[in-house]
């Protein structure tokens, strides 16, 4: 479980509240794990406070042999996020994962599959003033992911992914993302997180978002059980 945030202030204001947890469980036969994320941002533009950022993700996956260096895997996720404009995702698939480990020090993996995609995503016309239409799409991706961890010290670690989803037919159309984080074990149970988190959607201005980034630094507080 995380619980983390940040403020700004001076000639921008903005408050940032994330959450996170996940849940999961592994035997040498199989591994599976069920993550969520929330956050929300309220900024303060020409005086007035409005929320600017809200988002959030459930995602489950499902690995053979979690335990063994090649590793098959299924994996689902649905999100919405109002800061790029996804009224809603969701996608499934089937990949393989190749993992590279030194002992306790390091591990390293890289992971390859093939989603099957539903949107529902809201499409500006112009002209046309009001709420824009929502467009419900299917579509396929190829997706990889590189993950490398440390653990420095018995208190200090390092965690870094790296997601990449091009559109199969259409690679220039594509979503990308990032989460570092590093981690001081205060107690068995108890780390304080400073994390930087980067989403990048190619279509993501095309559907009235101000960029298609969105990224955040954040610091909290994790729990492990």
């Known amino acids: 479980m995380e619980v983390s945030?940040?403020?700004?202030?001076?000639n921008t204001e903005q408050t940032i509240f994330s959450s996170r947890g996940g849940l999961s469980r592994a035997d040498s036969l199989w591994g599976i794990r069920v993550d969520g994320r929330f956050l929300i941002g309220v900024a303060s533009i020409n005086g007035t406070r409005v929320m600017d950022r809200r988002s959030w993700l459930v995602s489950t996956s499902i690995d053979r042999?979690?335990?063994?260096?090649?590793?098959q895997f299924v994996l689902a996720s649905v999100e919405r996020s109002f800061e790029l404009r996804i009224d809603q995702?969701?996608?499934?698939?089937?990949?393989?994962?190749y993992v590279i480990e030194c002992d306790t020090l390091y591990k390293l993996d890289l992971s390859v599959a093939v989603l099957g995609e539903l949107n529902a995503l809201p499409q500006p016309v112009a002209?046309?003033?009001?709420?824009?239409?929502?467009?419900?799409s299917e579509l396929t991706r190829l997706s990889t992911r590189l993950r490398y961890r440390n653990q420095f010290t018995d208190r200090l670690n390092f965690d870094h992914v790296t997601w990449y989803r091009p559109e199969l037919l259409a690679p220039a159309r594509f979503l990308a993302s990032s989460l570092t984080a590093v981690q001081y074990q205060l107690t068995k149970v108890a780390g304080l997180?400073?994390?930087?988190q980067n989403e990048y959607d190619s279509l993501a201005q095309g559907r009235g978002?101000?960029?298609?980034h969105n990224g955040q630094i954040l610091i909290g507080v994790n729990s492990r059980f």
């Open 5 to 10: 945030g940040s403020f700004l202030y001076g």
């Open 65 to 71: 042999h979690p335990e063994d260096t090649h590793t």
């Open 89 to 97: 995702r969701v996608n499934a698939g089937v990949g393989y994962k």
């Open 127 to 136: 002209g046309q003033p009001g709420p824009a239409p929502v467009v419900r």
């Open 193 to 196: 997180r400073l994390s930087f």
């Open 209 to 212: 978002a101000r960029s298609n």
